[in-house]
């Protein structure tokens, strides 16, 4: 039997996001749920999903995708709102500052911890996983400012590492890294594919899973259309979220995976 963690990173975004996660969770159809704090719905969504890790339990992985850029988020930490108001980067300002050595360590340390703190006080749990969004974890300099923030939330069980990458140098030189802080990588596997035909994702996903390594991320973006979605979306991803949320929602989909004889771990 083959484990896979199979997970959405995108909790926080919209209602339709986040009750379609929530469900799909509750019904064993996901496996790891990372919900984005520095986002403007955050401090009205932990409830539900505070709720919901309580039924669920030690069933499925409940972690903090960490953001330093992108739209609908904002800085959580004050120094990080003080100098830069209410806008993150773009990922492309953090991959060029990166790549010249040019990013403002301490400052990102900060905000960082301020949104694993965020996460552990409302939820009143520690997080199972920390992720990255935009996959920035993949630059070296960001990921040792993600771990020192990690050491310093000082958790009891060291979370788990979401890897932005698959397999090859960078990889590796992310699982050493991580190891050195006593933390485990979970490698990245194909996401879901991206299709609006329920019938093609489900044909897909027949083969999707084979020649993933064991405990393999798996990354799904699965909700429903409402309002906000609408407004800050283009519509096929809309219908990619939707059509990924019908099929894991369907019994066919469980059959898949008992006919492929893989575990949502």
């Not at 709720?51 to 004050?78: M, N």
């Not at 040792?144 to 979370?159: M, Q, S, W």
């Amino acid at each position: 039997m083959k484990r896979i963690t199979l997970g959405a990173l995108d909790y926080g975004l919209a209602f339709g996001v986040d009750r379609a996660l929530r469900e799909l969770v509750e019904r064993g159809r996901l496996s790891a749920l990372g919900a984005m704090v520095a986002t403007e719905l955050w401090p009205r969504e932990f409830r539900p999903l505070q709720e919901t890790a309580e039924k669920v339990g030690k069933r499925a992985l409940f972690g903090v995708t960490l953001a330093f850029s992108g739209d609908r988020v904002s800085p959580v930490s004050a120094r990080m709102q003080e100098i830069y108001g209410d806008r993150m980067f773009t990922r492309e300002q953090l991959q060029r500052r990166a790549l010249l050595r040019l990013l403002p360590d301490q400052l990102l340390q900060e905000e960082a911890q301020a949104q694993l703190a965020r996460y552990s006080v409302l939820m009143k749990r520690q997080p199972d996983f920390v992720a990255v969004r935009e996959g920035l974890l993949e630059r070296t300099s960001l990921a040792r400012i993600v771990l020192k923030a990690i050491e310093h939330a000082d958790y009891p069980e060291p979370p788990l590492l979401i890897s932005p990458v698959q397999s090859g140098l960078k990889a590796i030189r992310l699982a050493r890294l991580a190891k050195a802080h006593g933390l485990k990588l979970l490698p990245k596997a194909d996401p879901l594919p991206e299709t609006e035909d329920q019938e093609a994702l489900h044909a897909l996903l027949h083969n999707h899973f084979d020649g993933m390594s064991d405990l393999s991320f798996v990354a799904a973006i699965p909700g429903r259309s409402d309002d906000r979605l609408r407004r800050d979306e283009p519509r096929r991803k809309i219908a990619i979220r939707e059509c990924q949320f019908e099929v894991l929602s369907s019994q066919r989909f469980f059959q898949t995976l008992e006919k492929k004889d893989v575990f949502l771990n």
